[in-house]
């Protein structure tokens, strides 16, 4: 029995570093917000990669390169699975 019909955990998480940098279209930016708010899988994945985005921000004012490790660092994330299954 699931209590968000409109997306799945999976497709959340395949979706959350786009809904992190606000590249997905305002509907969906709704209804993946709703799993959030509702979804005890999905929230600490999402409060875990927010953080991550956080302190790269933060780092780089002073670390321009870090937009490099950046890119690195998602795609190695993406190959371990933590943004997303299949
Ligand atoms: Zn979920």
Redesign the pocket.
């Known amino acids: 029995m699931t209590m968000?019909p409109m997306?799945?955990?999976d497709a959340?998480?395949r979706q959350l570093w786009d809904y992190l940098d606000g590249e997905l279209t305002p509907e969906r930016m709704k209804q993946i917000g709703a799993?959030?708010a509702?979804?005890?899988?999905?929230?600490p994945q999402y409060q875990f990669e927010r953080r991550f985005l956080d302190v790269l921000a933060a780092a780089r004012n002073d670390h321009p390169a870090l937009d490099q490790l950046r890119l690195r660092v998602m795609a190695a994330l993406k190959d371990e699975g933590l943004a997303g299954v299949g």
């Open positions: 968000h997306l799945d955990c959340v998480m799993h959030l509702v979804c005890q899988r999905c929230y």
